[in-house]
């Protein structure tokens, strides 16, 4: 049986090293990185779908600077929104299916209760904003896409909470972490696992290209309590101290409860979603 051929984007990124190791296993791949090819250059996006003729192409490119977007929001709302109309161009034009990532900061985080797909969308930053963006261009040029919205991600080969909390921890003697801010910590390669399914089966649900699912490990928590569990696996005695929002002004607003609603995706998959602690504990081994 031919393996499935797979263009991914943003090749070198924390994500898109998830996505080589998980789909590399079951698929052809064809990965650029940003410097291979600019999704910003629409002529370059779409030479290089023809040229690679994927059955998917998997869109791990993003600018996710969160503060920095607030000074650099044209830059952003290119990367994150304009240029994925872009990929969507070249999908619609090669009959292609594409899967593009979206994020839990398309919503004001004021809902009580995780976020379904259906919920109205009120970005109150401006990478919230840019990746809005992003969908409104997926849907408006193709027909043949899945947008998979996710949070708080952590994985090998990029920075992360994960990573900078074990850091900071062994230079200081007690860490501020905020402890108002709820969401779920993702794994990149549970996302990435998610994923190969899309494409296993790209052919089985025809149905489902041009939804929009959510998609993390299961169970909420605040930064406060993730970082207690970060260095708990890691054996690390730092005091962690709780403080609300206010005492990190940020560029950026951030959404108090940002937790998404998985239901969709696992009766659609029926994928076992494991709990966020389980996921960061295989993550804290393989650092080892």
């Given at each position: ?134 969908e409104q261009e997926l849907v ?149």
């Amino acid at each position: 049986m031919t393996k499935p051929k797979v263009l991914i984007t943003g090749a070198g990124g924390m994500l898109a090293t998830a996505l080589e190791r998980v789909l590399g296993t079951v698929c052809s791949l064809a990965t650029f990185t940003e410097s291979q090819l600019d999704i910003t250059n629409r002529d370059a996006v779409l030479d290089a779908v023809r040229k690679v003729g994927p059955d998917v192409i998997v869109n791990a490119a993003a600018y996710t600077a969160v503060d920095r977007c607030e000074t650099e929001e044209r830059r952003a709302a290119l990367v994150n929104g304009t240029a994925v109309g872009y990929l969507a161009q070249a999908a619609e034009a090669t009959g292609t299916r594409i899967v593009h990532f979206s994020t839990d900061y398309i919503f004001d985080g004021e809902k009580e209760g995780p976020y379904r797909e259906d919920d109205i969308p009120n970005p109150v930053s401006a990478y919230g904003r840019s990746k809005l963006l992003g969908e409104q261009e997926l849907v408006r040029f193709t027909r043949h896409a899945i947008v998979i919205r996710t949070q708080w991600l952590y994985g090998e080969n990029g920075n992360n909470f994960v990573d900078t909390i074990i850091q900071l921890a062994r230079q200081r003697d007690e860490l501020k972490i905020v402890d108002d801010q709820y969401g779920s910590p993702t794994y990149t390669m549970d996302l990435a696992r998610v994923v190969g399914w899309f494409v296993e089966h790209r052919d089985d649900h025809p149905d489902v290209w041009g939804q929009v699912f959510n998609f993390s490990n299961e169970g909420v928590v605040s930064w406060f309590g993730f970082a207690r569990e970060i260095l708990r696996l890691a054996g690390i005695g730092t005091r962690l101290i709780p403080v609300d929002t206010a005492a990190f002004p940020r560029p950026a607003r951030r959404p108090p409860n940002s937790a998404l609603d998985k239901t969709k995706i696992r009766r659609l998959t029926n994928i076992d979603i494991r709990p966020w602690p389980d996921a960061l504990y295989e993550y804290m081994r393989r650092m080892v």
